[in-house]
């Protein structure tokens, strides 16, 4: 073989490397692009299965369950961690405690960590208590304790909040649980929240978690664990 002939030969197979180093450079550029799309679709999709809209004959099948849940519920006590997203802060806010709940309109949330403080309400009046300091707060005098009142046991029975008319509700299905997104329409609760979700566990009918987005965008999320329903329950534990 003549040296022009091995020059030949030499571009032949520099172009042929190169073409196959170019294929092999658009494979490793186009595969990750195409995968990507491919979870992003995946992830896109399962979100979206995750949770169903009912149907009106659901919407009113998973009203009438709640509504008896609540019914039979006479009292609930459990254990609660509520976490608290601010939006000036990177770190959540993450408290304990113990709920107590006695039909229809007494309700105590009793925090004991990171600090001790008692939020009581005994049908007439809210009981604040936080070491020495105590206050007691007619509900009726006060619009907003009003609201709140309504709002925290609606809450934890269901009853009365997921068909009030002062709220739009959206009724989703899951697999395990209902979501139900109440937005409300009353001004006094518009000033203080955008929307209230609550999750509802479905072979129970009870409410497992509600999570607060307030007008500032922070978030509250409380979740109910150990729960214990119709136990003896004194009406005094709720006057202080």
């Known amino acids: 073989m003549n040296h022009t002939e091995l020059n030949i030969k030499n571009a032949g197979e520099r172009k042929g490397c190169y073409a196959a180093s170019s294929v092999r450079g658009a494979m490793f550029h186009s595969m990750p692009v195409q995968f990507i799309f491919t979870v992003l679709l995946m992830l896109s999709s399962f979100a979206s299965a995750q949770y169903r809209e009912a149907t009106p004959d659901e919407k009113n099948e998973i009203i009438n369950r709640i509504t008896l849940s609540a019914a039979e519920m006479k009292t609930m006590e459990c254990d609660f961690v509520q976490t608290k997203e601010l939006s000036f802060m990177n770190d959540n806010v993450v408290s304990e405690g113990r709920m107590f709940y006695k039909q229809t309109d007494k309700i105590r949330w009793e925090y004991v960590k990171p600090y001790r403080y008692v939020f009581s309400m005994d049908g007439k009046n809210v009981h604040m208590s936080s070491g020495d300091k105590r206050n007691k707060i007619p509900i009726k005098a006060n619009r907003i304790f009003s609201e709140i009142s309504n709002i ?46 609550l999750y ?17 965008g922070d978030k509250t999320t409380v979740s109910l664990n150990n729960v214990r329903i119709n136990t003896s329950i004194s009406d005094e534990i709720f006057n202080k």
């Open 152 to 197: 925290m046991i609606g809450g934890v029975s269901g009853s009365g909040l997921i068909n009030s008319k002062d709220f739009t509700a959206m009724f989703m299905i899951g697999a395990s649980d209902y979501k139900i997104i109440l937005t409300p329409l009353k001004k006094e609760v518009k000033d203080m929240f955008t929307s209230i979700q």
């Open 200 to 216: 509802v566990n479905k072979s129970k009918s009870r409410i497992k978690t509600v999570v607060m987005t307030e007008k500032s």
